[in-house]
């Protein structure tokens, strides 16, 4: 929605997902960390490794030490080439801003939430995981009441597509105004 809105968007799951790339660091770093089973087809086997490092927070704790600077790199990349190429307005989406104590670096931060019922159900229908999968990739992640307390704008994504619209174009122009 932002994006519609005009702003230059930077995903952190594309940059997930671009630095375990066949070849890249990522990809190389992963592998000597985990082991060749976690390669399928010459990739990542995300779904693989997902299921080991929402189990173990020790895994988890080591992938995020290969990947989190990875995904930094890029996002940081992207952000200066939106900047040279003239972007009024760049908005990060960055899952775990909040767990890893990164609010402090932008001016503003938007927390788009939903109740944990409704996030299991999401993640389950949408995504297709199962139940016990989607509730430790909950458990993994900082309480989402912590996380409002955090935030600079709060929006409530439970409602119609329309109503988290209103949310975004309220939220964008307060943004804009305060510029």
Known sequence: MLK?????????????HAVYEPGSVGFDAVVREFGREYVRDGRIDRARLGELVFHDDAARHRLNAIVHPLVRDWMAARTADAVEGGADVIAQDVPLLFENGLEGLYSATVLVYV?????????????????DRARAMIAAQMPIENKRMLATYLVDNSGS??????Q??????????LR
């Open 161 to 166: 597509r329309e109503a988290t619209r209103g």
């Open 168 to 177: 975004i174009d309220r939220i964008w122009r307060e943004a804009l105004a």
């Open 115 to 131: 109740p944990e019922a409704l996030q299991v159900k999401r993640l389950v229908e949408g995504r297709g995981l199962n139940e």
């Open 4 to 16: 519609e809105l005009g702003a230059t968007v930077i995903d952190a799951d594309e940059a997930a």
